[in-house]
């Protein structure tokens, strides 16, 4: 579906989404070696550096919903990056993104050129005020479980299981479920990849069917 919607016009752009811990990175990854093998350029990039800082996606009154309001800083992602990108496949750009692990801003350096593909992954991204905005998009389908098995396993956030295991109850899960009971992601894609231990099935349809 990618490679056959791919053109030497403007980048096309997909959106991989899930929930925490649902298997878009690895899918992000296939996907550009499968697109590298049919002699295009994909440019990967994850929306987790365009987080907000911990204070502003941050509310002790209600975390998960404010979590999914104001984590991420997506109107500077598209006008900095995705859309230069996309329309003259090509960027170079240099600015300051959080570091999750400490909360901290550092320089990330974007540098990319003839791209034929930019596949961005993360959280949120078919939220129904971004959903236009992609020319392709799927949503990789996983049990809380099993996303919450892999997050104890990875633990990038350096936390303790017991901290770890109440943060994504209360904020990150809270606010994914929010977003699927909002928005319903899996039927605006273009897309479902189910996914529990390994990436095993993908079927295509039409959006809302």
């Not at 990150?172 to 479902?192: C, K, N, S, T, W």
Request: charged share 30%; aromatic share 10%.
């Amino acid at each position: 579906m990618v490679t056959a919607r791919a053109t030497r016009g403007r980048a096309l752009l997909v959106a991989i989404s899930g929930i925490d811990g649902s298997g878009k990175s690895m899918l992000a990854s296939q996907m550009a070696e499968l697109l590298e093998g049919r002699g295009l350029r994909p440019a990967r990039l994850t929306l987790d550096p365009w987080h907000t800082p911990w204070p502003m996606r941050y509310d002790a009154d209600d975390p998960g919903r404010h979590f999914y309001r104001h984590a991420f800083r997506f109107d500077e992602l598209f006008a900095r990056l995705i859309a230069p990108l996309r329309e003259r496949r090509s960027v170079t750009l240099t600015l300051d993104l959080i570091r999750l692990v400490d909360d901290a801003w550092v320089p990330h350096t974007y540098d990319f050129a003839d791209v034929d593909v930019i596949l961005l992954e993360g959280i949120f991204l078919l939220r129904r005020d971004l959903r236009g905005r992609y020319d392709l998009a799927f949503w990789v389908e996983c049990s809380f479980e099993t996303a919450l098995a892999r997050a104890l396993a990875r633990n990038q956030e350096g936390q303790s299981e017991a901290r770890l295991r109440d943060d994504y109850a209360r904020i990150y899960f809270a606010a994914q479920r929010h977003h699927i009971a909002l928005d319903a992601p899996a039927e605006a894609a273009d897309g479902v990849i189910w996914n529990g231990d390994t990436i095993s099935r993908a079927f295509a349809r039409t959006p809302g069917r």
